[in-house]
């Protein structure tokens, strides 16, 4: 995906696919909300191995991409597979995360835009994504995005002394089979 850039209030803000030279930023982004907010079902935050082991794993058809300001990440989101099995080769799973104090700004949307366009490129054909109940901003962001709710595991993640539900959304990319 080529740099993009939007116009911000204050600063303009680029689209790139993440590098390496990204993990530590992105880690950052991530740790806070597996350690401060019930938005992931995740409980480990990321040390510097495992955010660059985590990186290595996105590939063309996987991407991870940033939105950046200069030198500082603001958000960030990946495609990952959905389920290992070769059936399921062309479902990806979405996830979107932006920078705490960089909310608001429609930098989430714009990620998740661009994740679809490149799911589109890849020639997948669904994008699935698990949310927690309480995320009702990621919710609202994908129905914008035109997913649908097709399932809700009830409490199912156990965190910060709470069970929480995981509602499950499905964008359908293109009807033909690849």
């Known amino acids: 995906m080529p740099d993009a850039a939007i116009a911000d209030v ?10 390496a030279g990204d993990a ?4 950052q982004i ?10 992931t079902t ?12 985590w990186l290595l794993a996105h590939d063309a058809d996987h991407p991870a991409i940033v ?6 990440i603001l958000a960030y989101g990946a ?7 070769p059936a399921f080769r062309r479902t990806v799973e979405d996830s979107v995360y932006v920078k705490a104090g960089h909310r608001g700004r429609g930098l989430g949307s714009a990620v ?12 997948h054909h669904a994008v699935i994504a698990r949310v927690t109940g309480v995320n009702t901003t990621s919710l609202a962001l994908h129905r914008r995005h035109g997913f649908e709710r097709v399932g809700l595991e009830r409490e199912t993640a156990l965190k910060h002394g709470r069970w929480l ?5 499905e964008k359908l990319l293109d009807r033909r089979p690849a």
């Open 112 to 123: 998740l835009g661009r994740l679809l366009d490149l799911a589109c490129a890849s020639g």
């Open 165 to 169: 539900d995981v509602v499950v959304m």
């Open 79 to 85: 495609l990952s597979p959905y389920r290992p099995k």
């Open 24 to 27: 530590e930023q992105i880690a």
């Open 42 to 53: 995740d409980t480990e935050p990321r040390d510097p191995a495992s955010q660059r082991a």
């Open 10 to 19: 204050t600063r303009p803000i680029s689209f790139r696919r993440a590098e």
């Open 67 to 72: 939105a950046a300001s200069g030198l500082e």
């Open 30 to 39: 991530w740790n806070h909300e597996v350690l401060e907010t019930d938005h």
